[in-house]
């Protein structure tokens, strides 16, 4: 049936959000859209078409390129908790953090000193940070705000990033620069990401402590005070064994530096090879084994089935990923990012402009998972038509930028919120919805923000 470009286009992402929320499985939730998507792209033949969509997801590079990374992620992860590697991290700074309040900070200030990727610093505070909060009694959830608050808004405003380097080759391409470059262009329009700076602020709040605990954090937090539990109650046996294993020897002497040392390998390979993630973790794995072997912690057994554990404890990641890519390719069959820009390009008009931008983008960001992909659809359509309105164009693709920012800080399905609740050792929906709260106040601010610097600025 052809439903292209129609609001029928909706229905999947609908399917997806009502279904995971009502019944706390995001798989199902993805799986019911991919089902609603693949009946309206393919009517009768609607098996053939999940039977294509699946084969296309799979054979998506972005795909290859995400499991590669949580799998070294997992290894590394699997290697960190059998060789004792987190809980010395977490005993050492016992000689500085000695307070919930400490932890936070230390966890927002790591997030933010991970800057070059979001998926870096998502992983690896969440797993670093996670036996120090525990000590504290902080909701593994309140951690993932945290993390998740600032991982993706500090990627977007820091222009050294892959996300600063990825935006600036949108602007360049259609034309919008400063001195020449759309790295100028994006440097110039950094004051004007107001989600960023929003997300930030509000992140550091809440891990000083400023702001209240609402809504699931709320909740959350009350039961770790009456139960010492800081795990969430919908994990498995076998999830809840894996986040408190530990290893580690209490008598003997924590050396932080074997958390330490593959970290910063990975980082600085990473940066060195023009941010290549899955180089960055490879090292960090080579590094890690030699450590470990070296000193005796893991034997070459340990080492294979390390491996294989790690492996494993990322497959429910990897199936999300899978299917996310799935909603996102019936989401491009069904148009439906033409559809969105067609019903609200009538009123994107003169100092309305790029609120209206930023709340479409953030919108289907949230709804879709698509950031960066959202971002080359849109920004092409946006750029020109602020140039025709006479709004400053920058202004205009920073809005784009925050919207893509919102979208991976609490898209349900989006590979920022997998990745990090995986770190953390919740659900994907708990980390969601504990989020949404602060997310959406950092929202409300940026489109109050691009109001007034849309009528400050009009032409």
């Not at 908790?81 to 500085?96: I, K, L, P, Q």
């Not at 954090?217 to 530990?246: H, V, Y």
């Not at 919120?417 to 969601?432: D, E, Q, R, Y």
Request: aromatic share 10%; glycine share 8%.
């Amino acid at each position: 049936m052809d439903v292209a470009n129609t609001w029928l286009a909706v229905l999947p992402v609908l399917t997806v959000l009502v279904v995971s929320v009502t019944t706390k499985r995001a798989l199902l939730g993805l799986l019911s859209g991919t089902l609603v998507g693949a009946i309206l792209v393919g009517g009768w033949g609607f098996f053939d078409t999940l039977v294509g969509t699946f084969g296309k997801s799979l054979s998506n590079e972005t795909v290859h390129w995400l499991v590669l990374v949580v799998v070294l992620f997992g290894i590394l992860i699997a290697y960190f908790n059998a060789s004792g590697a987190v809980s010395d991290f977490a005993r050492w700074t016992e000689h500085f953090v000695n307070s919930r309040r400490k932890s936070l900070l230390l966890t927002w200030l790591l997030t933010i000193a991970l800057f070059i990727d979001d998926y870096l610093n998502a992983l690896t505070v969440g797993t670093s940070m996670k036996r120090v909060t525990d000590r504290y009694g902080v909701p593994r959830s309140m951690l993932g705000t945290i993390v998740k608050l600032t991982s993706a808004p500090i990627a977007v405003i820091i222009p050294f990033s892959t996300w600063a380097v990825f935006f600036s080759a949108l602007l360049e391409q259609d034309g919008v620069t400063v001195n020449g470059s759309g790295f100028g262009a994006y440097v110039q329009g950094l004051p004007f990401v107001f989600f960023g700076w929003f997300a930030l602020i509000i992140g550091l709040l809440l891990a000083l402590g400023v702001l209240p605990l609402v809504g699931p954090l709320r909740r959350a937090q009350q039961r770790a005070d009456q139960t010492g539990d800081t795990l969430p109650d919908d994990l498995t046996e076998e999830e809840r064994a894996f986040e408190l294993s530990d290893d580690a020897d209490p008598a003997r002497r924590p050396l932080p530096f074997n958390f330490l040392i593959p970290i910063v390998t990975l980082i600085a390979v990473t940066i060195l090879t023009e941010v290549d993630i899955v180089k960055g973790s490879a090292a960090a794995v080579v590094v890690a084994i030699v450590l470990y072997v070296a000193q005796k912690r893991l034997t070459i057994k340990q080492l294979f089935d390390g491996a294989f554990e790690g492996i494993m404890s990322m497959g429910y990641v990897m199936v999300l990923f899978a299917l996310a890519f799935m909603v996102q390719q019936l989401n491009m069959d069904l148009k439906l990012a033409e559809w969105v820009i067609g019903v609200t390009e009538p009123v994107m008009s003169g100092a309305l402009l790029p609120a209206i931008v930023f709340l479409v983008c953030g919108v289907y960001a949230y709804a879709t998972g698509a950031f960066w992909d959202l971002a080359a659809v849109i920004t092409p359509v946006v750029l020109p038509l602020a140039i025709a309105m006479g709004v400053d164009p920058v202004l205009a693709g920073t809005a784009v930028f925050s919207g893509a920012a919102l979208g991976s800080t609490t898209c349900l399905y989006g590979d920022g919120i997998i990745l990090a609740s995986k770190s953390v050792g919740v659900k994907p929906l708990t980390l969601m919805t504990s989020i949404l709260p602060y997310a959406a106040t950092a929202g409300l601010l940026s489109l109050i923000a691009y109001l007034i610097a849309g009528f400050a600025m009009a032409g």
